[in-house]
């Protein structure tokens, strides 16, 4: 299993960014894939879930209304849409799977939201 997180970045508070996860060696379109984030001194946090055919997506209080976690089956491949970004989003992002009672994680993208 291999997860590649990418779209990272600074951004203004009030900006956008997105987030993408290539994933390998599993069947993708077979699992429900998460988005967390941790900060220095924080547990990760889960921010947004999607379930394997996209259907049902649920988030956390604190990104609900701003960030829109979406897949595509076809390209391995899931994003997190984050909108009206807050200095408090900033955090590393590291997009996740549980298979056979494991989790698995990528090395994780840093957004940072400063002006």
């Known amino acids: 299993v291999q997860l590649a997180e990418s779209g990272g970045g600074l951004v203004q508070p009030g900006g956008s960014l997105r987030l993408s996860c290539a994933a390998s060696?599993?069947?993708?379109?077979?699992?429900?894939m998460r988005w967390y984030r941790q900060t220095p001194g924080k547990e990760r946090e889960l921010v947004a879930v999607?379930?394997?055919?996209?259907?049902?997506?649920n988030y956390a209080d604190s990104v609900k209304d701003r960030f829109t976690i979406s897949r595509d089956n076809v390209k391995n491949t899931v994003y997190l849409q984050m909108n009206n970004l807050k200095p408090e989003d900033t955090a590393v992002y590291y997009c996740?799977?549980?298979?056979?009672?494991?989790?698995?994680w990528g090395q994780g993208t840093r957004v940072t939201v400063s002006s």
């Open positions: 060696g599993f069947t993708f379109s077979s699992y429900a």
């Open positions: 996740n799977v549980l298979r056979d009672s494991k989790d698995y």
């Open positions: 999607i379930t394997r055919g996209g259907g049902t997506t």
